[in-house]
């Protein structure tokens, strides 16, 4: 790791201004002065920042089945229920949601204080597959299915489902599977040929699922799964967990 990162990952101050410490003269690395914000940092160096001995925290990721009516975001000027909340634990630990899930979406949440996972996770340009049971107000038709598999035109440009299967005995209920990580795209679509979606619920996330958790629950990734969000595999929607 980078030296600006470890100390901005301490939780000492940005990143940006980490780099200006550095240069500044204020960090010494195993007790010589260090002035070069890109120096790798290894497990036994040591770090002191101002004279205070620097230890950045440990890397924490967990999996929420978040319910609807709650927000994703760290905090809310309107005052509503964010994910944050849901979550119970030392509140010293820096929590933030990977990517986007509106507020009236339910399902699959990852949080995480290990910002370059977030961000390789989030970013749309990394493609990472993400499934969806979707409810909407009347039955899809074939043609329609026909045209999610082929495409449909958003404001970004054409998105298709990577794979999509009706529920059985279910015509109003789908499961699509997408790489797609354009805002809303799943409820764009769908309102694209004319659909309401009465509900979403993302049951599939970088091969992370919802299964054992009730709705509000949460729980700390497994160290495999933590090794599987470094190389997300691929699953069909006949693994779902819906």
């Known amino acids: 790791m980078q030296l600006s990162k470890y100390i901005a990952h301490a939780g000492i101050c940005s990143r940006r201004k980490s780099e200006e410490l550095i240069r500044s003269g204020a960090v010494m690395v195993n007790g010589a002065v260090v002035t070069e914000w890109a120096r790798r940092i290894q497990p036994t160096d040591e770090v002191v920042c101002r004279g205070n001995s620097v230890k950045p925290e440990e890397f924490v990721y967990v999996v ?14 309107q005052g509503r229920k964010t994910v944050l909340d849901l979550i119970e634990l030392d509140k010293r630990v820096r929590l933030y949601p990977v990517g986007r899930l509106d507020c009236m979406s339910s399902g699959v949440l990852l949080l ?7 961000q390789r ?19 899809l ?4 299915i026909q ?12 998105v298709k489902a990577d794979e999509l299967m009706q529920v059985p005995g279910r015509s109003a209920e789908c499961i699509i599977s997408l ?23 993302r049951v599939f996330y970088a091969g992370i699922t919802q299964k054992g958790l009730a709705r509000g629950e949460w729980r700390l990734l497994s160290k495999e799964e933590i090794v599987q969000l470094s190389v997300p595999t691929k699953k069909t929607v006949s ?3 819906v």
Do not use: C, W
């Open 121 to 139: 996770l989030a970013h749309p340009s990394n493609q990472i597959e993400k499934q969806y049971h979707v409810v909407l107000t009347r039955p």
């Open 239 to 241: 693994e779902k967990a």
């Open 147 to 158: 045209q999610l598999h082929q495409g449909v035109q958003i404001t970004e440009g054409v």
């Open 141 to 144: 038709s074939r043609s329609h």
């Open 179 to 201: 790489h797609s990580g354009q805002n809303r795209v799943v409820r764009r679509m769908f309102h694209k040929l004319g659909y309401v979606v009465r509900r979403l619920d």
């Open 64 to 77: 929420l089945n978040k319910p609807t009516g709650v927000v994703t975001t760290v905090s809310d000027e």
């Open 112 to 118: 995480t204080n290990d910002g370059d996972l977030a």
